[in-house]
Every structure is written in structure tokens, then in C-alpha cells.
């Protein structure tokens, strides 16, 4: 993990412009992907995740976003570029896979042509040498009778062959970098882990770094090599995946791991209450004084309410921003 | 599919009927009697029923309903009562007027409509947007004759580029037949720009909100296959249905342009036959024109399985 990063994110800002002020979806969020790595990224509904995902692309419309920051990809900050040599990295360098396979997919195109049409478009191919490279993809992914699937339209297709075709798309050109928002949730469990072990498979082939949005813990401890976890628009912790399962060090991270539900909880015939992190998610659209997890925090005092903690290492390359998170002799 | 569309061309059997019932009722009812109208001012009452004896208008309703209908079976839509020549042959003669004009503005229509509708939609909010739709709003609301009398004034009587009237046959050149047309076409397609223009915009507005827009720009295509290939494609069903729909408006607004116009076509003949009450005449057009119309709208529903592939019959 030396040299310059395939992604690095640093203090990137998101703010949407509404009629009752602005909305800080993400307030100064930084991290980096190692070429190859998968990271997750881990947080409630409306802490900022996809946003983050959507903004690498530039894909929120502008305004009523606006983003700040630096997006650097291979050294190069994606927020610079004009729209021309944006579109050159879409689909070729960075593909992304939705989370709604029902309806990400055009349904009155043929699936050869949604694959195909990124292969045209990045690598020149002819109409029939697209298709046929769809029908490559198709096999790639595990789709039975590919020739007569890359034919068909979407809703002949069921969600998890969708998802499959979705992964198909986004593999299409070898993409360096696979976004990858919440891939599985719209899907049934046996399919989810279809798709996972699909997407791990995938990954020693073609060798893409992933960044993996989830609010599945359960995902992110099967695939993931590091955990950047992002409260209200913050990142609140960073660890590789197993300091974070082992020793989390944010109150957040800890009541979201509570929240998991694990077999064998039921004890003497009694059903246990699944643990919750109690309250909400603070409005983002007033700046928040002290730490932003203050009002749901079990352990909250004066000082977290007045002054936020700053984000520093734990123990080796491990982050949190806690007051009170214990922190390791070794850290730097 | 075949069996599909054998049920719906049956289908259009007993909507014709409805349609030279009421038709063939209308006229019936109506006041003004043809057989005095020939006859003149001079006429005695026995010339008068006379005359009416000898068009057959003195038999029962149904008696000349069933005689009427069973002769248009055969292809015979009456002979005028003014001209005494076949009404096929009167309509024959008008035909090549009217469906040029309608085929020039239906074309016109959608070449401007769609278009203008994308863009509005793509920039809803914006000055454009706002421009197409007051546009709109002004081609509903000023009436075809006060635009086609502004455009003639304009472009014809002040300017002279183009004719101010009349229409040229397409055997006579492209150029002076198509000419003659503009003015027209622009006039009768204002009102079916603005209603395929706004069909257009609210249909792409909720398309363009659509994921599979999205994973179309996260693929990295540009602003026109996106909206034209992935968006359009998906709002083609609606705006094809009002395009349908709208050759009812160009069906009556063609009466009335080419009246302005002075074209020789069918619905000036409509008009001359209404004020001479030539019955055969405006019955042989009336169901002409609704047998255009349910033969389209038929056309527009076999052309949705092409648009999209969910809809299968």
C-alpha cells in the first residue's frame, strides 16, 4: 500500500441546495482505495454513502448539488475535468452497480445492447463485436444460454439475473475501479450470496478495486479489506475489516454491530430485543455543534456536546473520532 | 399477434356502423330540406315535392338508411345531389389536397414538437423551458384562422416568399407544391406542435428521473444518446398516443385552413356540401374521415409492440 492511491478522496464536500438552506450530506469526508482493495463503506440510510459513491462520477446534477473537495483518481481531480473527459471515465475506469436492478436496467433495449453499448462507446467495437463480447459477459457472469439471453429485455429477466446483467455492464470495459451501491439489498438472501461470491470471483479476475456501499455488516465482513464508517455526512471511523469487527473503537460502529441480529441469541426459550442505536439521525441542515453522534451516544458527556472530536488514529490504521475511544500505545 | 389484429379490424365494423347511424341520423334530422334548396325560390310546393320524390327523400328513416348503408357496402357513397356526380369521384378529386397537407404538417409536428418537447424536459425550470411551454400555450389558445390570416399577411402579402393561396398538384414540381404548403401546414400543425410538445416534456420529465437514465450516464454515454435513445425510447408510448389522438385536430383544423388557404381539398369540399345541405356528399366525407381515424388509432396500437417490448398482444 505505498505510492499514490487509485481513488483518494479528501475533505469532500456535498451540499444540496434546498429552500430551507442547505443540506450538508457529506461534510468533509476523506479516504482512499489501494488499486485492488475493496472498501466498504458502512452507514445508516441518509448518512451520506451514496451521495459520496455518486459524487466520484459526478452523477448528482449540479445544482441543485454542489461539491467540493478533491476526487483524485489516478492523481487527477475528477472535479476539474470538463464533461467530455468525464464521460471517457465513466462506464471505462469507474462503472458503478445500482442497488434496484428492477429498474436500472432501460427495459426497451436488449441486454446485448446495454452491454454492448459501453464497449462501443469506450473501446470502438463494431455492433456484432460487442454483442458477441456480450454474450462473453453473460457467460462471465453466469447467465444460462447466453446467446439467446443477450436478445431478450429486462423484465424477461429475473432480479438476480438483472443484478448479474448490471455486474456485466459495469465489467464490461475492465474497469480500475467497480462502485458497487448496496449490490444486494434489493435481492432475496440466497441470491444476495449469488451475487457476492459473483462479485469476489470477479474481483480475482479482473482485478478492480471495489468500494462497496452497504449497511450490511454482514457483507462487509465477507468481502471487504477496510471499513470507512460515515455517520450524518462524517466519516467516524476507518479500520481494516478485521480491527473494526474485533476491537470497533466509535459507539456508532458498536451499536450498529448490536444491531445485527446472530444466531443463537435466544436463550432459556426467551427472545432477546435486538439491540438499537436510540433517536435519529440529526437534521444536516444546521451545523452541528460537538460531536454529531452526541445525540444518540450511551455514553455522551459536556465535552462531546461542545467540542467535536477530531479524527485520529487509534491504533495502526485505525480511525475513530471519539473522545473517549481507547486508543492503543502503538498508534502512531 | 395476426389473430390480435383480425379482432381489432373486425372490431372497427360496428364503429363504422355507429358512426354512418349517426351520421346518416344527423343529416336526417337536420333542418333545411335539399329538395326546396334545388328547386329555387320560384318553385311550387309540387315542384318541390317533386323533386323529393325523386331523390328518394319522401321514404321511411330506415327504409333509406338500410338502402344507403347497403350501397356503401358496395362502394358507393351516393351521387351529390348538386353536381349528379359520384361522391367517390368528388372525393377522389379533393383527396391528394388534404392528405398533403396533413402528411407535410404531421411530419412538420413532430419534426419541431419532439424535439422541443426533449429540451424543455432536459432543461426543465430554464428560460427554454419556460419559452417552449408559453409557446405552447399561445399555439391552444389563438384560433387556427387568425394564425393562418397573421401568417399569409406576414410571410405572403408583406414579405413574398411564399404564395399566399392556393395549392399546386405534386405532378408540377416539388418545389411549388411544397411551397404552397408551408404556410398551412404551419398554421393547422400549431395546435398539435403545442399538444405533442407538452405530451413530450411531462412524459421525458418523468422518464429522465428514471434509474436506468442514471446507469445510462454512469455508462458514460453524452447528453443526446441519453436522452434520445434511453429516455426517448421509454416515453415514446404516450406522445405516439397523442399524435394518434391529435389527427382528430388536424381533421378539423384542415377544414378550416384550407378554407383560409383556398385549398381545394376535401374539407372545403365538407364545407360547400354543409352550406348546400348535399347530404350524400358530407355523409361520404364525415365517414371517410372517421374511417381515417379508427384505421390510425389501429395502426398506433399495433406500432406500440415496436416501441416497446413489454406490450405484446
Same mark, same amino acid.
Given at each position: @500500500? ?60 449540479? =445544482? ?7 476526487? +483524485? ?92 446483467? @448490471? ?51 454482514? #457483507? ?5 479489506? +477496510? ?17 473494526? *469487527? ?10 450498529? @454491530?448490536?444491531?445485527?441480529?446472530? $444466531? ?69 | ?59 321511411? *328513416? $330506415? #327504409? ?32 391528394? =389536397? ?12 413532430? /419534426? /419541431? ?16 423551458? +419556460? ?10 389558445? !389563438?384560433?387556427?384562422? #387568425? ?11 408583406? $414579405? ?17 407544391? *411544397? ?19 407538452? /405530451? ?36 415514446? !408510448?404516450?406522445?405516439?398516443? #397523442? ?25 372545403? $369540399? ?44
Amino acid at each position: @500500500m505505498s505510492g499514490v492511491p487509485l481513488l483518494s478522496i479528501e475533505n469532500l464536500q456535498v451540499h444540496f441546495r434546498t429552500p430551507d438552506g442547505a443540506n450538508r450530506a457529506v461534510d468533509g469526508v476523506s479516504f482512499a482505495i489501494q488499486a485492488g482493495e475493496t472498501l466498504a463503506i458502512v452507514g445508516e440510510s441518509g448518512c451520506g454513502k451514496s451521495v459520496t459513491a455518486m459524487s466520484i462520477l459526478r452523477l448528482l446534477p449540479e =445544482p441543485p448539488a454542489s461539491i467540493a473537495g478533491a476526487i +483524485r483518481f489516478e492523481g487527477e481531480n475528477l472535479l476539474d475535468l470538463p464533461i467530455n473527459a468525464m464521460r471517457k471515465i465513466r462506464g471505462n475506469d469507474i462503472s458503478v452497480i445500482f442497488q434496484e436492478p428492477m429498474t436500472s436496467l432501460n427495459p426497451v433495449l436488449t441486454v446485448g445492447r446495454q452491454i454492448g453499448e459501453t464497449l462501443r462507446l469506450h473501446q470502438g467495437l463494431s455492433r456484432r463485436e460487442a454483442e458477441a463480447r456480450a454474450v462473453e459477459m453473460l457467460t462471465l457472469v453466469g447467465i444460462p444460454e447466453p446467446v439467446r439471453r443477450v436478445r431478450e429485455y429486462p423484465h424477461q429477466l429475473s432480479g438476480g439475473m438483472r443484478q448479474r446483467v @448490471m455486474i456485466a455492464i459495469a465489467l464490461a470495459c475492465s474497469p480500475k475501479l467497480l462502485i458497487a451501491d448496496e449490490p444486494t439489498t434489493a435481492l432475496d438472501v440466497t441470491i444476495q450470496a449469488q451475487i457476492l461470491d459473483l462479485m469476489r470471483d470477479l474481483k480475482r479476475r479482473v482485478g478492480a478495486a471495489i468500494m462497496l456501499i452497504t449497511h450490511d455488516l454482514g #457483507v462487509v465482513a465477507e468481502v471487504a479489506d +477496510r471499513v470507512v464508517v460515515m455517520y450524518a455526512g462524517r466519516k467516524v471511523e476507518e479500520a481494516p475489516v478485521r480491527d473494526l *469487527f474485533r476491537a470497533p473503537r466509535h459507539p456508532y460502529t458498536r451499536g450498529l @454491530m448490536g444491531a445485527v441480529p446472530k $444466531l443463537g441469541a435466544v436463550e432459556h426459550g426467551a427472545t432477546e430485543r435486538l439491540a438499537e442505536i436510540p433517536g435519529m439521525v440529526p437534521s444536516l441542515k444546521q451545523r452541528i455543534e460537538g460531536c454529531v453522534f452526541a445525540g444518540r451516544c450511551p455514553d455522551v458527556t459536556d465535552l462531546c456536546r461542545t467540542y467535536a472530536p477530531a479524527l485520529e488514529p487509534k491504533a495502526p490504521a485505525h480511525l475513530a473520532a471519539c473522545h473517549y475511544a481507547p486508543k492503543d500505545a502503538l498508534a502512531a | 399477434m395476426l389473430g390480435y389484429i383480425g379482432r381489432r379490424i373486425l372490431a372497427t365494423i360496428p364503429v363504422m356502423a355507429v358512426v354512418g347511424l349517426f351520421v346518416f341520423s344527423l343529416l336526417y334530422f337536420a333542418p333545411g330540406d335539399p329538395a326546396a334548396i334545388i328547386a329555387g325560390d320560384q318553385a311550387t310546393p309540387d315542384d318541390v315535392a317533386r323533386i323529393r320524390a325523386s331523390l328518394g327523400l319522401d321514404r321511411p *328513416f $330506415l #327504409v333509406r338508411f338500410g338502402e344507403w348503408s347497403w350501397q356503401i357496402l358496395h362502394g358507393d357513397l351516393g351521387t351529390s345531389i348538386f353536381t349528379n356526380l359520384p361522391v367517390t369521384t368528388m372525393i377522389g378529386q379533393r383527396v391528394q =389536397p388534404t392528405v398533403s397537407l396533413m402528411l407535410v404538417t404531421l411530419v412538420l409536428a413532430i /419534426v /419541431v414538437a419532439v424535439p422541443l418537447g426533449v429540451v424543455a424536459a432536459w432543461k426543465a425550470g430554464s428560460l427554454i423551458d +419556460r419559452l417552449v411551454m408559453g409557446l405552447a400555450v399561445l399555439g391552444f389558445s !389563438v384560433p387556427v384562422f #387568425v394564425v393562418g390570416y397573421v401568417l399569409a399577411y406576414v410571410f405572403a402579402l408583406e $414579405l413574398g416568399w411564399l404564395p399566399v393561396q392556393g395549392y399546386t398538384p405534386i405532378e408540377q414540381g416539388l418545389w411549388p407544391w *411544397f411551397s404552397n404548403l408551408i404556410l398551412p401546414a404551419v398554421t393547422l400543425g400549431l395546435v398539435y406542435i403545442a399538444l405533442i410538445a407538452r /405530451v413530450t416534456r411531462a412524459t421525458m420529465l418523468d422518464v429522465l428521473s428514471q434509474d436506468y437514465v442514471r446507469t445510462a450516464r454512469a455508462k458514460g454515454l453524452g447528453q443526446g444518446p441519453v436522452l434520445f435513445i434511453h429516455a426517448l425510447k421509454n416515453a415514446a !408510448v404516450p406522445i405516439v398516443t #397523442v399524435i394518434g389522438i391529435g389527427i382528430a385536430l388536424l381533421i378539423g383544423g384542415a377544414v378550416v385552413t384550407e378554407t383560409v388557404f383556398a385549398i381545394p381539398g376535401l374539407g372545403r $369540399l365538407t364545407v360547400d356540401a354543409i352550406l348546400r345541405r348535399d347530404y350524400p356528399v358530407i355523409q361520404g366525407v364525415v365517414l371517410l374521415f372517421s374511417f381515417v381515424y379508427v384505421l390510425v388509432n389501429l395502426a398506433i396500437d399495433l406500432f406500440y409492440t415496436l416501441l416497446d417490448p413489454r406490450i405484446r398482444y
